[in-house]
């Protein structure tokens, strides 16, 4: 199982950036996905979860309003796009990937996700 995050950069406070998850085959329609990001010096953070075929999201109310994660099962690919972006949104953002059911899983917990991907950084900075 592999997963290949991307889309990282720098960009100012206010802007907008859009983070994509490819998956292998198959990973992507079967398997719950989520985000994550650390900053620097501080813990993982979970940011959004999405279920499979029902489409269910849950996101973090640090973030909720501002960013939204989809997929496209097509594709096998999830994305995270973030808005209204602030400095603290600066961290290495994760993408994971679990066989666990989204409404009976403990959606923060890292050790929920079986498989993580690399992380890409987002530099929030004027």
């Known amino acids: 199982v592999q997963l290949q995050a991307s889309g990282g950069g720098l960009v100012q406070p206010g802007g907008s950036l859009r983070l994509s998850c490819s998956a292998s085959?198959?990973?992507?329609?079967?398997?719950?996905m989520a985000w994550w990001r650390q900053a620097p010096g501080k813990e993982r953070e979970w940011v959004s979860t999405?279920?499979?075929?029902?489409?269910?999201?849950y996101t973090a109310d640090s973030v909720g309003g501002r960013f939204t994660i989809s997929r496209d099962n097509a594709k096998n690919t999830v994305y995270l796009q973030m808005g209204s972006l602030k400095p603290e949104d600066t961290a290495v953002y994760y993408c994971?990937?679990?066989?666990?059911?989204?409404?009976?899983?403990?959606?923060?917990?890292?050790?929920?996700?079986?498989?993580w991907g690399q992380g890409t950084l987002v530099t929030v900075s004027s």
């Open positions: 994971a990937a679990t066989r666990s059911y989204i409404r009976t899983m403990v959606l923060n917990d890292p050790s929920e996700y079986e498989y």
């Open positions: 999405i279920g499979t075929y029902e489409g269910s999201s």
């Open positions: 085959e198959f990973v992507s329609v079967s398997y719950t």
